[in-house]
């Protein structure tokens, strides 16, 4: 199966940037989705941003949280199968944990692929001065 691992999380002061990272890992065949979500506390979990990779045509399009305003930029390495977050001027209200989220087909068996939609398990980001 795939897994996730998100990592750059962390205690950050409000205007100080951060860049998170998540690897996904294992017998990828390709990956359709890859997105940040965090869950504030008392909140449900939500979208931060997305990169989409559109299964026919490869067109890439993105997707940000309303909150965002243009302060966060997420950007993948294909070849690393690694998507980041730039967050930059955070402010203590972005304080949560954030999720990796990754969807895709991975090889089953021999010339066989199948979906997979993998989360990991969260890096807590804390913006406080």
């Known amino acids: 199966q795939v897994q996730v691992v998100e990592s750059g999380g962390g205690l950050a002061q409000p205007g100080e940037s951060l860049r998170l990272s998540c690897v996904a890992s294992?017998?990828?065949?390709?990956?359709?989705?890859m997105g940040w979500y965090r869950r504030i506390p008392g909140k449900q979990r939500g979208l931060v941003a997305s990169?989409?990779?559109?299964?026919?045509?490869?067109?890439?399009?993105?997707n940000y949280g309303e909150f965002v305003n243009g302060r966060f930029t997420i950007s993948r390495d294909s070849a690393k199968n690694t998507v980041y977050l730039q967050m930059n001027s955070p402010k203590p209200e972005d304080t949560a944990v954030y999720y990796c989220?990754?969807?895709?087909?991975?090889?089953?068996?021999?010339?066989?692929?199948?979906?997979?939609?993998?989360w990991g398990q969260g890096t807590q980001v804390i913006v406080s001065s």
């Open positions: 989220h990754v969807v895709g087909w991975y090889i089953s068996r021999p010339n066989y692929q199948t979906n997979f939609d993998s």
């Open positions: 294992g017998p990828i065949h390709r990956i359709n989705r």
């Open positions: 990169i989409n990779i559109d299964v026919v045509t490869d067109e890439i399009t993105t």
